[in-house]
């Protein structure tokens, strides 16, 4: 069965600073990945996927992706976090012929 | 935007009653997908359909239901309400079943006294 973990259920980050949001996956064969950001009482919107090619993923907004196959994790970063940056974010993983499934999701917390 | 748009964007109703939502896709997308998101289960995948067939079922109960329309737009009953449903029903669309990302509406909150 395909799992998600976000370890982290808060992350706090001074603006300016990067930032890191942790992803790791379960799941036999290759995945796809994707990370979502929710603002409040709003639906997620799309930031980026992995699907085959560079390890590096660029998505919206300045975020980019590292997929590692070895440690099946899937982080997301940004060089220099915004204060508009805090927000819910979710890793997603699915298979060909799989549903998406979604991890708990990470609270991002930029301070000015 | 994401494009996909949601009705009604809150609902209150009692215990016992039966509720519609609706979803209407990204113009071009043929896969719809109605997830549940509360405090304590997270985003729960219920059910996917893809032009018209349902494609895959998650957790979702057998007190719900949803069909696909043959315009694509999708609607997701809910009956025989209780309290523990209240939470937020998001429909989300894609163009196919594959590894395309998934476009999320604004969501419903549904609120069960």
């Known amino acids: 069965a395909q799992s998600v973990a976000q370890p982290e259920d808060q992350v706090n980050v001074a603006e300016g600073n990067p930032l890191t949001v942790k992803c790791t996956y379960s799941v036999s064969g290759n995945p796809y990945l994707f990370w979502y950001v929710q603002y409040p009482n709003r639906g997620l919107q799309f930031l980026l996927k992995y699907i085959t090619g560079d390890n590096l993923v660029k998505g919206s907004y300045g975020f980019e992706a590292e997929f590692n196959k070895s440690q099946t994790s899937f982080h997301l970063k940004k060089p220099s976090a915004l204060v508009s940056d805090s927000a819910l974010y979710f890793c997603a993983v699915k298979r060909d012929g799989q549903n998406f499934v979604f991890g708990p999701g990470t609270r991002l917390s930029v301070l000015p | 935007d994401s494009g996909v748009t949601q009705t009604p964007k809150h609902l209150i109703t009692a215990t016992g009653q039966r509720v519609t939502l609706r979803c209407s896709p990204r113009?071009?997308?043929?896969?719809v997908y109605w997830y549940q998101q509360s405090l304590d289960q997270g985003l729960q995948f219920l059910i996917q359909?893809?032009?018209?067939?349902?494609?895959a079922k998650g957790n979702i109960l057998e007190r719900f239901s949803a069909q696909q329309f043959p315009d694509l737009h999708s609607e997701l009953n809910l009956s025989s309400l209780e309290l523990g449903d209240s939470a937020l029903y998001f429909c989300?669309?894609?163009?196919?079943?594959?590894?395309?990302?998934?476009?999320f509406g604004p969501g419903t909150r549904l609120l069960v006294l």
């Open positions: 359909y893809y032009n018209g067939e349902e494609r």
């Open positions: 113009s071009g997308d043929l896969s």
């Open positions: 989300a669309s894609s163009v196919g079943t594959a590894g395309g990302a998934q476009y």
